[in-house]
């Protein structure tokens, strides 16, 4: 068990990476951050942070010395450097080196009994072409690393449009279509002994390939399959020896969960877990990765819903909080481009007339 006082080190910069640091330090922990040099809105919540390269090895291990345990929030953080620090990292670097492969990730969860979406890996144009054969149109082609937010993904609706496509220079997979009814994730938290905890899943809406919406309760769909889907994400988490948090997105359809993709982190719907859950998502992972007993999961009003705040929508932002039921949460990012999240607004809404809120 860590002990209060003690220092958690959190590789990457970003909101979740400040989210887990608020938490952190309302458990007594101090935070150093790890982050390439460019715009790290943990700094702005943390003790320390150190600006250097992943591939900085001295920095690296001087980073992990200074900490008594090392999690992260970023899952494109290159896996090969961090073996060197594996024992202080929780979770440990072979999660992270499966999550951040499309191809890997999908085979990982079909070896364990999981279904993903129909995929065919694609390096080549005859690949390309061979994988529309086989899946049928439309069909979309990802970068097998390092997109997110629907970038790096090409929506094919025809072989024409295959042969006539750009192909990107890196390995990709081609994902036959899922016709589904709605997207909810499965998200949990493992400590080292075993014990899990999950979330109830959120139904999870996107606009432009970016998550735009989590509500709670979702579809009925989303009930009838979440025991499947849980089974399944336990058994990645125990396969893994998983430590920290973890999430699995899935398409409810009418076969069944299909998994679409995992992160080896905390996730954007589950947002709404830090006003909307007795323990958020974030805390849970500071509470697993220092060996304290997890805290309750269960949502604590009848209906949450968050939305993210994309873009330059950030100016106006502080117009929800007119909505008393409103929570704000701005990331303190500087620059607003379309696409970017901003910050995320979270609702707990109770029926009309009831006053017990
Ligand atoms: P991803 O980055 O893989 O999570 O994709 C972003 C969003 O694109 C997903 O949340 C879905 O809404 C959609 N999408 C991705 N892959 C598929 C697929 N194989 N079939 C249908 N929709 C998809």
Known sequence: ????GGTIGILGGGQLGR????SAAQLGYR?????????AVIAQVCNEYIAADWHDADALKAFADACDVVTLEFENVPAAPLDAIADKLAPHPRALAIAQDRLAEKRFVADLGGTPAPFHAVDSRADLLAGIEALGTPAILKTRRDGYDGKGQWRIGSREEAEALDLP?????LEGFVQFECEFSVILARRADGTVAFWESSQNGHEDGILARSTLPGAAIIGQQ?????????????????????TLEFFASESGPIFNEMAPRAHNSGHWTIEGAATSQFE???????GLP???TRRVAPRVVMENVIGPAAATAHEALAD????????GKTDSPEGRKMGHITRLEWPEGDTSS
């Open 1 to 4: 068990m860590i002990k209060p």
């Open 19 to 22: 989210m887990l640091a608020i």
């Open 31 to 39: 935070v150093i951050a790890y982050a390439p040099a460019g715009e």
């Open 169 to 173: 220079d890196t390995p990709c997979i």
């Open 226 to 246: 979440v025991s499947e889907a849980r089974k399944l994400a336990k058994a990645v988490a125990d396969k893994l020896d998983y430590v920290g948090v973890l």
């Open 284 to 290: 849970n992972q500071v509470r697993a990765i220092c």
């Open 294 to 296: 997890l805290g309750d």
């Open 324 to 331: 008393p039921a409103a929570h704000l949460h701005l990331y």
